[in-house]
């Protein structure tokens, strides 16, 4: 099993520009979710699908969009990338539907810099 | 909502010294309370968690206390390591939308001397 994968490991974007973050995991879990990493900051929910067909918001969801393409898949849009959206972003996936219940298994992470 | 607040931002310890980080919750609804250890460059790896009908869970050299009553959780590291240093996380489950997520504290980079 790969577990929790991402693509790409690092981009670098003009302000104004898009681009769309992909993650997979294949450990058949129902729960994915986007953070953001800032130094100082931990770690921000930007958004999270409890199971396939429905996404929420977290503490940060401005400026992005996701899409759960199908059980195994959860993608992260930023529509017009902005210099506050420089980051590190950091896919996870969970077995149980509610957050309570299961360890969150994270990917390794996209290193974004907007200039 | 859910605010969690953790303490020592750093921790240096020379090998063999306990650590303990600690946290704070609070939303007196939350009820999971899980630790993650991040190396350097690395990803998030949970540690060790706890729920709370629990007071307290080990598991080796490492252990998590919660006060329910008191809002605060906290992470004991025995016996430290070199390999212990990294970023560590608390995090507190939230009930905000649909069902629920977890609120992150900021993190407490543990420095383990030799």
């Known amino acids: 099993n790969a577990g929790v994968t991402q693509t790409p490991k690092f981009q670098v974007l003009k302000t104004g520009q898009s681009m769309t973050l992909q993650c997979a995991q294949d450990m058949n879990h129902n729960s994915m979710y986007w953070y953001r990493q800032d130094p100082g900051m931990g770690l921000r929910l930007i958004y999270y699908s409890a199971s396939e067909g429905t996404t929420d918001k977290g503490e940060v969801p401005n400026g992005y969009n996701v899409s759960r393409l199908n059980k195994r898949e959860f993608s992260l849009r930023l529509e017009s990338a902005a210099p506050s959206q420089t980051s590190v972003y950091f896919c996870?996936?969970?077995?149980?539907?509610?957050?309570?219940?299961?360890?969150?298994?994270f990917g390794p992470g996209t290193r974004l810099t907007v200039t | 909502g859910e605010n969690v607040e953790q303490h020592p931002s750093t921790l240096s310890v020379q090998e063999g010294d306990s650590a303990v980080i600690k946290c704070t919750y609070s939303d007196s609804a939350s009820n999971y309370f899980p630790w993650y250890k991040q190396e350097l460059g690395k990803r998030p790896q949970l540690i060790i968690d706890?729920?709370?009908?629990?007071g307290e869970k080990k598991d080796q050299r490492i252990a998590v206390t919660l006060n329910k009553t008191a809002k605060h959780f906290s992470l004991h590291i025995t016996e430290t390591q070199p390999e212990d240093s990294a970023v560590y996380f608390c995090?507190?489950?939230?009930?905000?939308?649909?069902?629920?997520?977890?609120?992150f504290g900021k993190g407490t980079k543990l420095s383990v001397k030799p």
């Open positions: 996870a996936s969970s077995p149980s539907r509610l957050v309570r219940l299961g360890e969150q298994y």
């Open positions: 706890i729920r709370s009908n629990v």
């Open positions: 995090a507190a489950s939230s009930y905000g939308g649909s069902q629920g997520n977890l609120i």
